[in-house]
């Protein structure tokens, strides 16, 4: 996998990208079409921040991690985000119940992963800064809330396989999730 390593006031060593280089091949191994993933290693006045994207097939893979230690966040972003893929793998496998689970693990990790985009705001005057027009793939609420999470999202837009309509889920403030259902009248 090749990684596309950036700075934001921070000068990207080579001692730095061996290092990241060789924690995030540890993803490899879930995935066969990894080509690339862009690394974004910033310095601000909050700490060391971490942020990487995988792309697989259409689909995103994302974590970030801040640190008072660049390594720390590095180490930190990686094992985050092979939990994030053994939480799916495993919601996967309880799924399917184990049937043939083992042979198709990273299509069916791939296909679990698949997300897009969702529309962005700004609260203030109600100008839209941001417009993504992504297509609806049919699934049901449990995978939506695995797609909302895998992205780091409080809410994502799908289409209800059950019910044939545009839904949207939602991280709810006593970490619960909740579900909207609009219809017209």
Do not use: W
């Amino acid at each position: 996998m090749k990684l596309d390593i950036r700075g934001k006031n921070i000068e990207v060593t080579d001692a730095l990208k061996d290092y990241t280089t060789k924690r995030l091949s540890k993803l490899e191994k879930y995935f066969d079409d990894v080509k690339e993933a862009q690394v974004a290693l910033s310095v601000d006045s909050e700490g060391h921040k971490v942020e990487v994207t995988i792309p697989l097939n259409g689909m995103i893979l994302r974590g970030e991690e801040s640190t008072d230690n660049m390594y720390s966040s590095i180490d930190l972003v990686e094992e985050k985000l092979e939990k994030q893929i053994n939480k799916y793998r495993t919601k996967l496998y309880r799924k399917t119940r184990g049937a043939g689970f083992r042979k198709n693990m990273k299509e069916e990790i791939e296909k679990e992963l698949k997300s897009k985009g969702a529309h962005t705001a700004s609260a203030e005057a109600f100008n839209i800064v941001r417009t993504k027009r992504f297509a609806l793939k049919p699934m049901d609420e449990e995978e939506a809330i695995m797609q909302m999470n895998l992205l780091g999202h409080n809410f994502f837009v799908f289409f209800n396989a059950k019910t044939d309509e545009v839904n949207v889920v939602y991280k709810r403030k006593d970490c619960n999730y909740g579900l909207i259902e609009p219809h017209f009248d």
